[in-house]
C-alpha cells in the first residue's frame, strides 16, 4: 500500500504590468534551473503562464498546472508582483502554496534589472490575510535562484503532511482500557484538520479475525516474519496467529478506506485482547508501522496521527514510545557522566512494550509481555519485539486536541545514546538537551499524555513548520526550550 502522498509543486511567476516581465521570466528559468541541478526535476513544474495584473492570466496558470498534475503550489515573485491576481490564484488553488521572491542580482544592474520582490513580499503578505488565505512562507523569503531552490524543497515535507492528512483517515478498534484516560481526547480537532475517523468495536475486530482463520495467505506471511526475525524468533508458536490478525487489519484498511487515500491505525492491546486473541499485538504493530501504516496502541488516536505527521516527513519509519522512566544514578555515572555532554535530567528511557520497527533496534527478540505476565498465562502474552532501540539522532513529538479542544504540540530534538538499557520491552536511554524542564513547564504543564511519536533523525525544523501550517497555534507549539530561556510559567528566581 502506497501511504503517503508524492509531492509535485508547480512554480508559477508573477509579475507586475509596470515591471519588464522577462525579468520574472529569466529568473524563473533560473530557479527551475538552480533546483534542477541540486534536487532533480521530478518535484517541480515550470508553468508557462507568466501572472501580471491579469486575472485571466492567473486562470489560464491555475488551468495549467492543475493538467500537469500539481498538487502543491509555489507562488514566485520575479519582481514586485501584482498583489491581486497572485493571491486569487492562492486562494482558487486546491493545495498547499507557499510565496518566495527573487532578490536582486548585482550592483550593475539596479535600475532596468530591479524587481523590488522584497518589497512585493510585504504586499503579498497583505493580501493573504485580506483574503483568508494560508499560505507558508520561509524564514527568509527573498533570494537567488540557488537560495529559492532551497526554499522550495524545503516546502515538499510540509506539503506532504498538508496532503496526506487532507486525505487520511484514521481507524480505530475499541475504546480506551479501563483506568486509561491519559489518551482519551476529543476527536472534533481531527474533523478541523481535515481527517476522517472511522471507530469501531473490538468485537468487529475479533469477529473479522476469527474469520480469517485458515486463511491460505497465513504461511506466507508466517515465513516472512521468520525471514525478520532471524535468530530473535524465540515464540515460532504464535506466528500463524499474528499472521493472522496482520491480514486481518490489512483486508480491513482495503475495505474500509473508502474515498480516503491513506490510513493509519489504533488499536486496543488490553486488558482482554491476550485472552481472545492469545497473543500481544506488539509485533504486528511494528511490522505495518515499518511498512508505512503506523499503528498505536491503547487507542491513541492522536498518538498514530503524530506516527503519520513524523512517517510523512521524514519518509522513514517512526515508533511511539513512552516517556517512561529515569536512568537510575549509577548507568548515569558508569556509561553517560563524561563521555557525552548532557546532565542527569536530560535523559530518560523511552519505552513501550514491543512495537518499534526491527530495523530501528539494535538488536530484536520475539518475546512475551512481562507487565501483563505478571496477571495472565504467558502463552497468552507472547507477540512483543523486544529490544534496545539503535543509537542516533531522534525527534520526540506530538500533536494533541487538549480536553478543551483546542490543538497542541512539542518538538525537541536529541539522540538515543548507545547505553545498553538492561532493561525489557523495546526502549532506549534517550537524551534531550533541557529536558528536565522541558518535561516540568511544557509536558506537564500544559497536560500532555505519556505517549510520544519518535522519529529517527532531526526533523524538528520540519514538524515546527509543518504544526504551524496545519493549524496549531505558535503558541501552543513546545519546544525544549536552551539553559536561560525560561518558559511562561517557570519561577525566575
Known sequence: MNNMPTVKIGIVGVSRDCFPASLTISRREALVKAYTAKYGAADIYECPVTIIESEIDMVNALADIKAAGCNALCVYLGNFGPEISETLLAKHYD???MFCAAAEETQNNLIGGRGDAYCGMLNASYNLALRNVKAWIPDYPVGDAEDCADMIHEFLPIARAALALKDLK???F????????ACNAPIKQLYNLGVEI????ELDLYESFLKHAGDERIPEVVADME???????????VLAKLAQYELTLKDWVEAHKGYRKYVTLTTKCWPAFQTMFGFVPCYVNSRLTGQGIPVSCEVDIYGTLSEFIGTVVSQDTVTLLDINNSVPKDMFKESIEGKFPYKHTDTFMGFHCGNTCSTKLAFHEMKYQLIMARALPIEVTNGTLEGDIAPGDITFYRIQSTADNKLRAYVAEGEVLPVATRSFGGIGVFAIPEMGRFYRHWLLEKNFPHHGAVAFGHYGKQLFEVFKFIGVPVEEI???RAAGDRYPGENPF
Open 95 to 97: 493545495g498547499p502554496v
Open 170 to 172: 484514521i481507524i480505530s
Open 174 to 181: 475499541g475504546p480506551r482500557p479501563m483506568n486509561f484516560l
Open 198 to 201: 472511522e471507530e469501531n468495536s
Open 227 to 237: 525471514k525478520e526475525l532471524g535468530a530473535g524468533n524465540k515464540k515460532p508458536e
Open 478 to 480: 513546545g519546544f525544549n
